[in-house]
């Protein structure tokens, strides 16, 4: 059964921390994507990864880096928390292979900055 | 760019009510088009999907056809479920491109 997990279900930090959210998918996928889910708004996409140590921005990079050492791992970090980072934050990853490219998403961080 | 337009919500029906949630596209090429659903406190699962104009998707009782000449993706279940009650995106990916594009999302809920 296919798997990707994220390292923590909530979490709470105080504005100015620097967060890492972290992403681990077992099904050998070449991509990985960061997404938040903010109501209203759907998903929006941050940063994805197409191979280690690669890195594209998304649509709403601000304030948002991302690490990738390992193929099987894709890092978020919030480099000064804010409280407008407060958010449902959303790891996925799909294979490069293939004509349907069907993402699989972890369980989600609900993160709060106070 | 690709955008994927869908029906607003919250959307509340009766159990065993008929659901349509309209879903419409616009991209370059031939996309495949995906159903997601979102449970209460989970992350997106896939409900289902269509790679191809004409093709029908089809899991636990719901259905979308991929229709080119009209750019949609309806989503329709004949009897809905209390337990059918989740956010439902849909989205679109243009092959050769990995990424997604998603629709804002629509909360169903289903009353008994």
Known sequence: DVKVTQSSRYLVKRTGEKVFLECVQDMDHENMFWYRQDPGLGLRLIYFSYDVKMKEKGDIPEGYSVSREKKERFSLILESASTNQTSMYLCASTRTSGSSYEQYFGPGTRLTVT | ?112
């Not at chain 2, 629709?103 to 809920?109: E, I, K, N, P």
């Open chain 2, 1 to 112: 760019g690709d955008s994927v337009t869908q029906m607003e919500g919250p959307v509340t029906l009766s159990e065993e009510a008929f659901l349509t949630i309209n879903c419409t596209y616009t991209a370059t090429g031939y996309p495949s088009l995906f159903w997601y659903v979102q449970y209460p406190g989970e992350g997106l699962q896939l409900l289902l999907k269509a790679t191809k104009a004409d093709d029908k998707g089809s899991n636990k009782g719901f259905e979308a056809t991929y229709r080119k000449e009209t750019t949609s993706f309806h989503l329709e279940k004949g009897s809905v479920q209390v337990s059918d009650s989740a956010v439902y995106f849909c989205a679109s990916s243009n092959f050769g491109n990995e990424k997604l594009t998603f629709g804002t999302g629509t909360r169903l809920t289903i009353i008994p």
